[in-house]
Nanobody, 125 residues
């Protein structure tokens, strides 16, 4: 079992920055692909970013490319999402997820088998 706990969400003005953290426990996540997703009410959970097991490869959705950066610290069993130049349309609940059968970048939501409880990010205009 892998438990994931997100933190770092909050209210920020447009143009501001936040860093989300995802702390894992129960098992080391160093061998797994990790990802960040987000969801707004009434819409499907959408992919934001993924990182491979080593942290050497990352992929970001077009909507956040150049503004968000996913990273990981395997020694701390933690994954991060640095968010900059935030826009009101980035407002959502952000979820961290682990794909325990995958080591490479994973975009498909269905391949993630452990999820955190989510952290709210609200960007005011």
């Amino acid at each position: 079992q892998v438990q994931l706990v997100e933190s770092g969400g909050g209210l920020v003005q447009a143009g501001g920055s936040l860093r989300l953290s995802c702390a894992a426990s129960g098992r080391a996540i160093s061998a797994y692909a990790m990802g960040w997703f987000r969801q707004v009410p009434g819409k499907e959970r959408e992919f934001v970013a993924s990182i491979d097991w080593s942290g050497g490869s990352t992929y970001h959705a077009d909507s956040v490319k150049g503004r968000f950066t996913i990273s990981r610290d395997n020694a701390k069993n933690t994954v991060y999402l640095q968010m900059s130049s935030l826009k009101p349309e980035d407002t959502a609940v952000y979820y961290c997820a682990a794909a325990t059968s995958r080591t490479r970048i994973t975009i498909n939501r269905g391949l993630y088998d452990y999820w955190g409880q989510g952290t709210q990010v609200t960007v005011s205009s």
